[in-house]
């Protein structure tokens, strides 16, 4: 079956000016392409791509500027064939910063998406429901968000994100705040959630265990400027178990990323969980 192209990043380059004028070179001559997946019997299963490299090598504004938040100084991206000229309900996003509205209950946080883009109260009724019981938020369902814990915000932002039904989720560390333990339930929430959804994640981290945990292919980023140096496929199968991260292989491709940061150029700091 053929893999249509979900997502293409052509050539494309960013740069800023720092508070001095000095220009900064943020992202140099990305290329990559996300397709669709499929299961053996045909089914959508979407992609789990993650972008891994040092802090402040550009993996957050390479999201950005898929999300339609930013435009590259170069080059092109295509989402579905076609050019991006900003946000769309087609792509939703994650930040590692809790974004739900405070003055909104989980509920109505959840069905403010829904809402705005046309749909029915009593199917509203059925999204809010089923991703408040998906991402376990049952009981808190008429809490505001200044109540919640970090982790229990973050599955807030899921499901808000979740709503909207997506082909395209692009996550920004969305779990980089939160505890060891908190991090790790989160990441299994996330792996089962996406199951459902056959949606395409792009999901940015600095931490290695997190990259290879979670993705299907994992594109590794040399330090700033950011650039593709390796685009590595994960061999571990799905549904993935946590005892996964016990075994040799995992170790080996663990120690074997570690390498390709280490020979990348420029310099920059990852994470490696304990």
């Known amino acids: 079956m053929p893999n249509p192209t979900k997502i293409s990043v052509c ?3 960013r740069c ?4 001095q004028g000095k220009r900064i070179e943020a992202l140099h001559n990305v290329n990559f392409e996300v397709e669709d997946a499929f299961s053996q019997e045909g089914r959508d299963i979407g992609e789990f791509r993650v972008l891994l490299g040092p802090t402040g090598c550009g993996k957050s504004t390479l999201l950005r500027l898929i999300a339609g938040l930013d435009r590259p100084d170069a080059g092109q991206i295509l989402v579905n064939g076609q050019p991006i000229h900003g946000p769309s309900r087609e792509r939703g996003m994650v930040f590692q910063k809790y974004t739900s ?3 909104l209950t989980v509920a ?3 069905a403010y998406g829904p809402a ?3 749909i029915g109260s009593a199917e509203r009724a059925k999204v809010v429901a089923h991703l408040i019981e998906a991402v376990g938020l049952s009981g808190f369902e008429n809490s505001y968000p200044d109540t919640l814990s970090g982790g229990m915000q973050q599955r807030l932002a899921i499901a808000r994100t979740l709503a909207n039904r997506p082909q395209i989720i692009l996550m920004d560390e969305p779990f980089g705040a939160l505890d060891a333990q908190t991090r790790s339930d989160m990441q299994q929430l996330l792996l089962r959630v996406w199951d459902e959804t056959a949606s395409t994640i792009l999901f940015v981290t600095h931490d290695v265990d997190e990259a290879i945990y979670l993705a299907d292919r994992i594109f590794v980023f040399s330090a700033r400027p950011g650039t593709i140096v390796e685009d590595l496929p994960v061999p571990f ?3 993935r178990d946590p005892d996964v991260r016990q075994c040799a ?4 491709l663990q120690q074997h990323v570690l390498a390709i940061l280490r020979r990348a150029p420029g310099k920059g700091q990852v994470r490696v969980s304990i």
């Open 11 to 13: 050539e494309v380059s």
């Open 108 to 110: 109505n946080n959840i």
């Open 16 to 19: 800023f000016r720092d508070p």
């Open 116 to 118: 705005i883009n046309g």
């Open 101 to 103: 509205f405070p003055w």
């Open 237 to 239: 199968r799905r549904p």
């Open 249 to 252: 292989e995992f170790h080996e």
